[in-house]
């Protein structure tokens, strides 16, 4: 992929994150959304699956 950002374009790989990324997201969440009436949904499998990280792709990559 590719984003945008200072007016430069940089491409991108996209990778899952480990559940203790997951555990570490969810707990941040929680402590500064107690009282949300969201925080399920900020907290829940699909948001959890949506979570990636981000990163400059390399030349690796592009080997596959």
Not at 9 to 24: K, L
Not at 39 to 56: H, K
């Amino acid at each position: 992929g590719q984003i945008t950002a200072a007016g430069a374009r940089i491409d991108v790989a996209f990778e899952p994150v480990s559940a203790a990324i997951d555990a570490g997201v969810d707990a941040a969440y929680r402590a500064k959304y107690p009282n949300s009436p969201y925080l399920g949904a900020m907290i829940g499998v699909r948001a959890r699956a949506a979570t990636v990280r981000v990163r400059p792709r390399t030349a690796a990559d592009e080997r596959g």
